[in-house]
């Protein structure tokens, strides 16, 4: 078991570890590297049905213009029926960070 030593000894059980913040927080930035999500995992990630999302973020000009793939963005929309829509991740989840403003006023 490692331990740190302060003005007391703090045990800390063997299954955990004790790391930099910094380095914590790159390591949860990477966790979406190289993940595409499907519309079902975005509906979990915002707690809202698809139907939601394609009239408030996917649909509107203002936003399509950024995220089709396309365009250079980094949604695919699908073409034809039976195709499945694709969400980069990371840059998907940095996209809704950055614009809950603008998704929520709308």
Do not use: C
């Not at 910094?22 to 999500?37: F, H, I, M």
């Amino acid at each position: 078991m490692q331990s740190l030593n302060v003005q007391l000894t703090i045990p800390i059980p063997d299954d955990m570890v004790l790391i930099h913040k910094v380095e914590y927080e790159g390591l949860k930035a990477n966790e979406l590297t190289g993940v595409y999500w499907n519309m079902k995992d975005l509906e979990e990630r915002i707690n809202r049905k698809s139907v939601w999302i394609k009239e408030n973020i996917l649909y509107p000009t203002k936003f399509r213009a950024v995220l089709d793939s396309e365009n250079g963005g980094f949604v695919f929309y699908p073409k034809a029926q039976g195709q499945n829509w694709a969400f980069q991740a990371t840059k998907m989840a940095d996209f809704l960070e950055k614009r809950f403003s603008q998704i929520f006023s709308s």
